[in-house]
């Protein structure tokens, strides 16, 4: 049995018609964004910049529950509204290392669909 995957590309087939080139540009701008997302959260959460991580938690979500990583999505969210109202700031890095955690294997796994399509 293979193991579960973070990723689903249902609704990325849906938004592109199945189109595999077109599929293949939102994946690739997807690593694109990675860097940016994951250099944003940890020097925001090292920085306690905590407005700036909401904004860049808000911006992820978009790009990750394209993907179909809803469960993600809506942790970010989370950590975007308690950024907003600086609640619970010591649970922040808690989210942090989940994003990353599941974001690398969310890259592994676009990666072997990007070789596929």
Do not use: C
């Not at 579960?4 to 997807?30: C, H, P, V, W």
């Not at 920085?47 to 938690?57: F, T, V």
């Not at 911006?59 to 469960?71: C, E, I, L, P, R």
Request: glycine share 6%.
């Amino acid at each position: 049995m293979s193991q579960a995957r973070y990723t689903n590309l249902d609704y990325l087939k849906e938004i592109t018609g199945g189109e595999s080139e077109i599929m293949k540009e939102f994946i690739q701008m997807f690593f694109d964004q990675l860097p940016e997302f994951r250099d944003g959260m940890t020097n925001f959460l090292a920085e306690k910049k905590w407005k700036e991580l909401g904004e860049i938690a808000h911006k992820a979500k978009s790009s990750v529950m394209t993907f179909g990583m809803n469960d993600l999505g809506h942790r970010l969210k989370e950590l975007q509204l308690k950024t907003q109202k600086l609640e619970e700031t010591e649970s922040y890095s808690e989210y942090v290392q989940e994003f990353m955690g599941i974001i690398a294997q969310a890259e592994t796994e676009l990666q072997a669909d990007l070789d596929q399509l």
